[in-house]
């Protein structure tokens, strides 16, 4: 995760923290060989096939091998302590979100894509390939059968995420530029873009404060 793991606070919101509880709960299998080994690892851990999965890992990662990942200015402890602040206020409105994102540098974020099962393992093999080769963001993971089912992240039954990675919400160019890629790359249908903060802070469809998470919504041309 791009701001680091959660912090324990004794003051803390119970839904606040059970939603960052649940996150980083997630488990992942992550790449971490040589570019010319992919291509291997992605035949033996295919997110529509669950006979590799026997530990029920929720999801399978590629980092992109030109970039530094590391994430140290970032603050998730500050960034807790004001959103339960903001809880108590009782005015949680979207702008405040962005605010503390910004102020305490946890602006990591993902284009989210929803693939069915039938086409999932194809539209990964992709993005995982251009992520590694470092022509999308920092990196990109997708659900495995068993995270598609199991994760509050899913879009119906058999149906995967592909989340791509951006450093930054607030980096409009480099959002757009990796969204024109994914299309040159035959990724079509509906794509949002959602700051991480929102998933840390619970921020999901139907959510108590009516806020929409995603901020960028790309529609195929038609």
């Not at 509880?21 to 851990?45: C, I, N, Q, S, V």
């Not at 990196?139 to 039954?157: E, F, L, Q």
Request: with cysteine; aromatic share 10%; net charge negative.
């Amino acid at each position: 995760m791009a701001c680091g793991g959660p912090t324990g606070n004794s003051e803390g919101n119970r839904d606040l923290d059970k939603g960052l509880e649940a996150e980083y709960k997630e488990t992942y299998t992550r790449f971490e060989g040589k570019p010319e080994e992919l291509e291997k690892f992605l035949d033996e851990h295919k997110p529509s096939d669950p006979a590799w999965n026997t530990e029920n890992t929720d999801w399978i990662c590629v980092d992109n091998s030109l970039e530094d990942l590391d994430r140290g200015e970032s603050d998730l402890e500050k960034a807790v302590e004001m959103w339960i602040d903001l809880l108590r206020s009782g005015k949680v409105v979207p702008k405040r979100i962005i605010e503390i994102a910004l102020d305490t540098k946890c602006t990591s974020g993902e284009w989210m894509i929803f693939r069915h099962r039938r086409e999932i393992d194809e539209d990964w093999k992709k993005i995982a390939e251009a992520t590694v080769a470092g022509k999308l963001g920092y990196s990109a993971n997708v659900a495995t059968a068993y995270g598609s089912v199991n994760s509050k992240r899913s879009n119906g039954i058999g149906t995967h995420l592909i989340s791509v990675h951006t450093k930054s919400f607030a980096d409009e160019d480099d959002v757009w530029r990796i969204e024109k890629e994914l299309r040159s790359m035959g990724i079509d249908g509906t794509l949002k873009y959602k700051p991480d903060i929102h998933t840390w802070f619970d921020i999901y469809v139907g959510n108590e404060f009516n806020i929409r998470p995603s901020i960028y919504i790309s529609q195929p041309k038609k």
